[in-house]
């Protein structure tokens, strides 16, 4: 089979394919781990060109009407949509992900970002102020360039999430994609300037975290999108403070899912399935810490185990495949190390185990305790660690008692106690009877160590514009001097 990727070249800069000038960046298909494109990082000069590209051409885009700007990413939707099956096999070559996974989540997902915020940028507008005599304004403006800084997990969805929002609002952004997955950012690149963008208002540099440094800390960049680790967010959040720039934090999570004893059983092991081993695991919202109600324990670790053994693992190209290998081997050895520390600290591992090569099954801890790390930190990978639970108040005062704020679920049929809960949650994003989905309708995003602001919905807008103020004076000035 060809598993040749290899792009153009390794970045986009100023409406064209231009290749890296810092180090070799090789790009491994996380299934057999065979090399399937050999990238070059952008040089700090190359960073800084990208970044000056965009402030040239930012202000022409800002001064179209907003239906114009609209149009663009329009087009581009229907691109994705058009050329899907390709760009989901290019995904899953980048990523390991099963192919129906990145046939209905990634690219899909993109496309959506900027639908949605093509329909929404036309319809904004300012505030009109009276003031007797007088009158005020508010014009909403753009920030000027934006930073856009990816994970390895979902890497073209992220850039649509961040780019969408972003150019809507007359914005010109430079992309940064994870080291790991450097693809699918320059194919968003190639379509919205085949969809009629300007050159320099969407552009790709490669690197890791020292070309994401001097990207954050560019002259020209106004704000900066990051969707990483906590640690990696702390570290770019004080950078960007030092220019008083705009951020937006999408962070990592440790997420409580609740199951109570009178939820539908079926549904709610569905969903911890779906919020522990989709995507390998390897998305940061996931419901990790599974608390389960004594009254329905027993029934709900049964049903996960039968469950978990009909997974199907294997060739992420094969349309059957519904776990793929983890995306990095390096990744694949973090989750070992924390499926054996688990086991260490006592944790009866109800099924899967640390596998083989780049594959980690479904994994499931039961008998755990809060204060295993299994528990505590984020593993980023298929791992479920179920703690059992007596009352409404006991299971909520655990489930805050952590730093992440990501997410959280609860299953109950009790429509009182579902909100209830949710209201006591401290996370950015909650469910009830759901898991995991993440609509572009809704906003999305974390509190406490989880992150700042807010994707998707309109809520997304307020993190990539700012408001100017006009007071419009009507009559002479009175001075008092
Ligand atoms: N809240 C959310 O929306 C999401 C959060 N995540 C989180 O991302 C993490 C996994 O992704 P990784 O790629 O391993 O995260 P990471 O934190 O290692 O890297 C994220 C990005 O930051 C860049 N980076 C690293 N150091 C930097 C620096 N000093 N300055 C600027 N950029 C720098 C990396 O090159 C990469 O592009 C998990 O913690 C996960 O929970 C992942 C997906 C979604």
Redesign the pocket.
Known sequence: MNLNAQPTASLFIDGRPVEGEGAALPVFYPYTGQEIATLREASTDQVALACQAAARAQPAWAALAPVDRARVLSRAAAIIRARNDELSRLETLDTGKPIQETLIADWESGAQALEYFAGLGPTLTGQMIPLGRDWAYTRREPLGVCAG??????PSQIACWKAAPALIMGNAMVF?????TPLGALQLAAILTEAGLPAGIFNVVQG??AV??AL?TDVNVAKVS?????P?GR??YA?AAEGMRHVTM????KSPLIVFDDASLEDAVGAAMLANFYSSGQI?SNGTRVFVQEGIRDAFLRRLAERAATIRMGDPLDAETQHGPITSPAQAEKIRAAIAAGQAAGARLVCGGPGEGAFIPPTVFADATDDMTIARD?I?GPVMTTLTFRDEAEVIARANATGFG?AAGVFTQDLTRAHRVTAGLQAGTCWINAYNLTPVEMPFG?VKQ??IGRENSAAAIEHYSQLKSVYVGMGPVEAPY
């Open positions: 800084i990816g994970a390895w997990n979902y940064k994609p994870s080291e790991e890791g975290g994401g440094a954050v990051l969707t990483g680790s906590v990696t570290r770019v950078a999408e962070l990592g999570g940061c984020e980023f990501l974390g989880s992150g």
